[in-house]
Each structure stands twice: as structure tokens, then as C-alpha cells.
């Protein structure tokens, strides 16, 4: 399977506890985003890097999350002292910029969902 | 006010059925516009991908947008019960890196 790759696809952890996902994009897809989605809502926008830099982060993205790409290729999302109402499915997506009409199309992963107990 | 709008549904039709889904926006600078597919607990699938206005058909698959009047539509001929999810409508501007989306229409297409 040459899609994007999330990991772990579910998580149940404490109040409190800290949790990291990785996510493994598409083979040379530049860029990588992260995305929260919780039930009957469509995913919220959290950050974006192209290659290892994040260049945009949402108001969403508390200072209890960070984000990482180290090298350009994996990256990591971590939640420190996990609340309940951080409960979510946490998507990563990826795409590379398409000089032809079709523009930058985003691909998403099947998420991992996070459940704070 | 959310910056797009979409009914949540749930839709229900019987086999065979074309189906009209629908979103509004009330951001003028967006210009890509997309559709995107989700089964229960899984990631958003891309379904279609537009610039600007006009149609484009993909299959049993239409989409269509004017941005006259900020209102984008999917239409799915001859719906199957595989048809069975939540359509996400998403959008972004030229220059923009991230989507907003609507909510998402949940559908069920009966046998």
C-alpha cells in the first residue's frame, strides 16, 4: 500500500498521559498536514509543514501539542497531559505541488483515533 | 457563522436513485473545491477535485460549482448501496495550504 500510513490506528490512554502518532506520507509527497476530526464533524485544520519546516499551525494547536518532521519524510504528533476533550480521530494527509490544473491535491490517511479516559 | 455549510443529513434513497449533495460557502477568495468520501471510522477518500467554476464529471460522479452564488453541488447517478457514507465537502483558497470543511452529509442508499 503506497498511501498515506498512520500509526497507532487507536489509542486509549489516561487523563493526563502524553501520546505521540506518527504518520508516514506518500513516497515524495512534500507536504504533510495534520487534521483533528471529532464525531459528527468534519476535520479541523491543526498544521502543515513542507519538507521539515511547519510553516502554519492553527489556533487549535494548544501548546500541549507539537508537531514534528525531522527529516522531511515521517512526522509525529505528540499531545502532553492528554484531556478528555482532546478524544478525536487525528488524520495526516500529504500532497506535492502540481504544476498542472489539478493544483495541490491533499491525500488523507485512515487516521488514529484517541480516546482520553 | 462557519465558513461552509452543509446539511448532515442523514439521506436516505433507494437504489438506483440520483442524489444531489450540496454545500455553501461564504469565503470569496476560495477557488479549489473538493469532494471527499468517508466510510465509518476512516479517513476522508478524494472523490473530485474542481478549480473555479463549472463541471466536471467523473463516472456516476458530477461536481459542480458556482461561485456567483457560493454554492457547491455533487451528484451521484445511479447511487448503489456501496454509496453508503459521509460526504465531506472541502475548499481552500489559491494560495492557501489547508481545507476547511463543511460537516459532511451522512448517506444511506436502501436496497
Known amino acids: 500500500d503506497t498511501g498515506v500510513s498512520q500509526n497507532p490506528r487507536h489509542k486509549i490512554t489516561k487523563r493526563g498521559q502524553n501520546v505521540t502518532f506518527r504518520c508516514d506520507p506518500i513516497?515524495?509527497?512534500?507536504?504533510l498536514y495534520w487534521y483533528r476530526q471529532t464525531l459528527g464533524q468534519g476535520p479541523e485544520f491543526l498544521t502543515y509543514?513542507?519538507?521539515?519546516?511547519?510553516?502554519?499551525k492553527s489556533r487549535l494547536l494548544s501548546d500541549r501539542f507539537s508537531a514534528e518532521r525531522p527529516k522531511g519524510s515521517f512526522s509525529t504528533l505528540e499531545i502532553q497531559r492528554t484531556e478528555q476533550g482532546d478524544s478525536a480521530m487525528y488524520l495526516c494527509a500529504s500532497s506535492v505541488v502540481d504544476t498542472s490544473s489539478s493544483g495541490n491535491t491533499i491525500y488523507f490517511g485512515e487516521g488514529s483515533w484517541l480516546t482520553v479516559v | 457563522q462557519k465558513e461552509v455549510e452543509q446539511d448532515p443529513g442523514p439521506l436516505s434513497v433507494p437504489e438506483g436513485a440520483i442524489v444531489s449533495l450540496n454545500c455553501t460557502y461564504s469565503?470569496?477568495?476560495?477557488?479549489?473545491f473538493m469532494w471527499y468520501r468517508q466510510y465509518s471510522r476512516k479517513g476522508p477518500e478524494l472523490l473530485m477535485y474542481t478549480y473555479s467554476s463549472g463541471n466536471k464529471e467523473d463516472g456516476r460522479f458530477t461536481a459542480q460549482v458556482d461561485k456567483s452564488s457560493k454554492y457547491i453541488s455533487l451528484f451521484i447517478r445511479d447511487s448503489q448501496p456501496s454509496d453508503s457514507a459521509t460526504y465531506l465537502c472541502?475548499?481552500?483558497?489559491?494560495?492557501?495550504?489547508?481545507?476547511?470543511f463543511g460537516t459532511g452529509t451522512q448517506l444511506k442508499v436502501e436496497l
Open positions: 513516497s515524495e509527497h512534500n507536504r
Open positions: 469565503n470569496s477568495a476560495f477557488q479549489y
Open positions: 509543514f513542507q519538507n521539515e519546516a511547519q510553516l502554519e
Open positions: 472541502a475548499m481552500r483558497t489559491g494560495g492557501g495550504n489547508k481545507l476547511t
